[in-house]
C-alpha cells in the first residue's frame, strides 16, 4: 500500500459539496483566482504571462479605438506563471490530465523543461502545478525532482503514485482554490 | 556644474559610429536583443511579458491553423519585464522620451507605479529604464529611488540632472545593446 508521508492526502475527505460546487472549474482560473487572492492580501506577486499573439493587421474603427482583425498565436519561450514570493523568485507551469493513472510528460513542452531547467539554474522556486480533474487531485511537484525522475527513468510520464509521494496535495482554502503557497513555506522553512 | 560621482557618463565619447550604425533601433528591440544575449550566455532569465489581448473569434482557414479575426488589446496589469538574475526576482519597465531635459511621469502607468511598489515591498530589484533618444543617453534608476522623489516633490516629472546623478547610464556593449546586469551587479556587491 502506498504510504502518504507528509499527510499529502489529508484533504481528500474534504466535504463532497466543496466539490461539486466548484466543478467545471479550469485549473487556469482557480490559479488565477489564487494569485488575484496573494496579490490582493499582499501575499505575493505573481501573474499569469499573456498568451503571445503576432499582430498583423489593426483596424481603428473609431479613434482611440484598436481592433485586431489577423494575428496568430505565437508559441512562448518561458512557463505561464511567474512572481516573487517572500524575496524569491517563483517560476510554474499548470497542467491538467483526464488520466486516473499517469501524468504524460507529452502535456509538458520542451520550451518549458528548457526554461524551468534555466531558472532552476538561477536558483528559482520551480514546479508544475498537476491536476487529475477525473480525481480532482492537484498536486506541486518541484521541477529539480521530475528533472531527477525524467533523467533516470525512461518512461514517457509521471506515474500518480509517484506524484502522491514525491509532490504535495494542493489545497482549496476559502480565498485560495489552489492554495499552493503553504506549500512553498513548508520548503522554505525546511532549507532555513 | 553637475558632476556624475559614478563616472556614469564615460561613455558619453563612444564612437560615433556605433551611434549612427544603431539610429532607428528602438529600446525595446534593445532590451529584447539583451535579454536574448543574457539567455544564450546563461546570465540570467529575463523576458518581455507579451501584450494581454483579448481574442473575441478565430477562424480555421485550415486544419491546425488558427487564426485571430476579432481581438483587442487588453489593459496590463504588470510592467513589462521580469525574470531572475543570481537568485535575484527582476522586475523592469522601460521608456523612451524625445524630451531632452526631463522625464514626464505621465509615461509611467498608475498600474506599473502599483505593480513596482508591490514588488519592491516583497524582495525585488525593480527599476525602471529610461532612454532619452534626442541624447542617446539611457538610464537605469531604480524604483526605490523613484518613489522618494515622487513623495518628496511635486514635479510630475523627473529632471534629467537628476536622473544622471542618482541613476546610472546604461552601457551598450559587444552582446548586449542594453547591458544593465553591470549595473545591478553593483547593487548586490554594496549590499553584500
Given amino acids: 500500500m502506498i504510504q502518504y508521508p507528509n499527510g499529502t492526502r489529508k484533504n481528500a475527505s474534504r466535504p463532497q459539496q466543496a466539490n461539486t460546487s466548484r466543478r467545471g472549474m479550469t485549473l487556469e482560473s482557480d490559479i488565477n483566482q489564487t494569485n488575484e487572492s496573494y496579490l490582493i492580501y499582499n501575499k505575493a506577486v505573481i501573474h499569469k504571462k499573456p498568451t503571445p499573439i503576432q499582430v498583423v493587421h489593426v483596424d481603428y474603427p473609431a479613434r482611440n479605438k484598436a481592433k485586431i482583425v489577423e494575428a496568430y498565436y505565437r508559441h512562448a519561450s518561458t512557463t505561464d506563471y511567474n512572481g516573487?514570493?517572500?524575496?524569491?523568485?517563483?517560476?510554474?507551469?499548470?497542467?491538467?490530465?483526464?488520466?486516473?493513472?499517469?501524468?504524460?510528460?507529452?502535456?509538458?513542452?520542451?520550451?518549458?523543461?528548457?526554461?524551468?531547467?534555466?531558472?532552476?539554474?538561477?536558483?528559482?522556486?520551480?514546479f508544475l502545478i498537476i491536476r487529475f480533474t477525473s480525481l480532482n487531485e492537484t498536486y506541486l511537484v518541484y521541477a529539480q525532482d521530475i528533472f531527477e525522475y525524467i533523467s533516470t527513468h525512461k518512461s514517457k510520464s509521471l506515474p500518480l503514485p509517484w506524484i502522491r509521494e514525491i509532490g504535495t496535495m494542493v489545497e482549496e482554502t476559502y480565498h485560495a482554490p489552489c492554495d499552493y503557497l503553504p506549500i512553498i513555506d513548508q520548503r522554505l522553512k525546511e532549507n532555513l
Fill in 84 to 126: 516573487i514570493y517572500k524575496g524569491k523568485y517563483i517560476d510554474f507551469e499548470a497542467k491538467e490530465t483526464k488520466n486516473r493513472t499517469i501524468f504524460p510528460l507529452a502535456l509538458l513542452h520542451q520550451h518549458q523543461i528548457d526554461h524551468l531547467r534555466s531558472v532552476l539554474q538561477h536558483g528559482a522556486i520551480a
